[in-house]
């Protein structure tokens, strides 16, 4: 009998721990709301969880802030050499199945919500290129020409005036020794000598006409051929060269005239654009070169100077993102319910070690108040 008696505390003992620790675990998120009857509020309710949402909303952003999402912890991430090979990598293999894609240009443009057509891109280079060009104009219309060249500029239009006289002399000298040149001269010679008369028709019979282009031709190949000839050609370009250098902006725009800029500016968009242009691939518009020295020189820059731009300006960052703000928001706005399940699938196995340590604990007590009552009696 006093076995039994034993037996049946260690078993009530057991149930009572195990049941209250059980009861404690789920009172941590539930009832997930305040309970009422009538007007007064039961107690313990809603659950400790339910309750302090709002202080464990603004610990957690707290403890984020200062102890997880850092920007000392994002500055070594940004300076950590693997981040920026990873970088670099990725780029480059998007780059890479954007290049070998052979989606056409507007395919690629209308996949981030740009439509266009080769009009209006037409169009609008035009109006840019226009804006531009009388902006520019404007700015600078009482400026020469030569404000806009260096001297390396100047020194190679020297050379360069040197090349064209000699390239011009050959080509004159082609010119004027071949058979179109001796039927100008003819003609020359006729309309001059015709109007001088008796005198003109005169020296025209005794020597002919002909005769005269014969003898007229050689001397002119011959000097064009000479040195004085191409020093000649190569004062008047010179002379032509520095009056251009002084003309001033607005001058040079009434001499190309508004319509020919205006054409100008037409066909580098034409040019640019043709018919159809939108619809190739990208392997029509770059050559491999461009996208190689894309990945290899230009794409390891601009991931340097943007970690190192994103580095100087991480405090600032962190403190616009505000992510303290963030992280309560979205704790406090985050399911009790889903909370709940979140952290039993986590910590299920220890809850229920819990729940049996109660019970473990509860039997013991229980055995040790058998024991008492068996003695006392």
């Known amino acids: 009998m006093e076995f039994l008696l034993v037996l049946f505390m260690i078993i009530i003992g057991a149930l009572i721990g195990g049941i209250t620790n059980s009861i404690a675990i789920k009172m941590l998120f539930r009832p997930y709301e305040a309970k009422y009857i009538g007007k007064w509020k039961v107690p313990f309710t809603p659950g400790l969880i339910p309750k302090r949402r709002e ?14 999402l850092t920007p000392e912890g994002m500055k070594k991430r940004l300076e950590n050499g693997n981040f920026k090979k990873h970088a670099l990598d990725w780029v480059t293999k998007e780059t890479d199945k954007l290049y070998y894609s052979n989606q056409s240009l507007q395919s690629i443009l209308h996949s981030v ?23 520019l104009i404007e700015k600078n219309d009482d400026r020469v020409l030569r404000d806009f060249l260096d001297d390396d500029w100047l020194h190679k239009s020297e050379k360069g005036i040197n090349q064209l006289s000699t390239y011009i002399q050959k080509a004159l000298v082609q010119y004027i ?15 001059y000598l015709g109007g001088k008369g008796f005198f003109g028709n005169m020296i025209s019979s005794f ?4 005769g005269l282009a014969d003898n007229i031709q050689p001397l002119l190949v011959q000097y064009a051929e000479s040195e004085d000839g191409r020093e000649m050609l190569e004062r008047l370009i010179s002379k032509e060269w520095e009056k251009l250098l002084n003309k001033k902006v607005r001058d040079i725009t009434d001499l190309v005239g508004e319509e020919l800029l205006d054409k100008a500016i037409h066909t580098i968009g034409t040019s640019l654009f043709p018919n159809g ?5 990208l392997t ?5 070169a461009i996208p190689t020295m894309f990945n290899n020189r230009i794409v390891p820059s601009l991931i340097n100077k943007a970690a190192d731009l994103l580095i100087g300006r991480m405090d600032v960052l962190f403190q616009s993102l505000k992510i303290e ?8 706005s985050f399911p009790i319910r889903r909370v709940e399940q979140l952290v039993l699938n986590i910590s299920s196995r220890e809850f229920k070690m819990i729940t049996y340590l109660g019970a473990l604990l509860g039997g013991m007590i229980g055995l040790i108040q058998g024991i008492f009552v068996l003695l006392l009696s």
């Open 325 to 332: 703000d963030i992280v309560e928001a979205e704790v406090a």
């Open 55 to 68: 202080e464990l909303a603004k610990q957690l952003g707290r403890m984020v802030v200062e102890h997880l």
């Open 277 to 281: 242009r939108l619809n190739q691939p």
């Open 207 to 210: 020597l002919g006409n002909d």
């Open 113 to 135: 919500g740009l439509e266009i057509t080769e009009d209006q891109l037409r169009a609008y280079i035009h109006g840019f290129g226009k804006k531009k060009v009388q902006g």
């Open 284 to 288: 029509d518009w770059l050559p491999k």
């Open 177 to 191: 020794g071949g058979p179109e040149a001796r039927q100008k001269i003819l003609e020359v010679i006729q309309a």
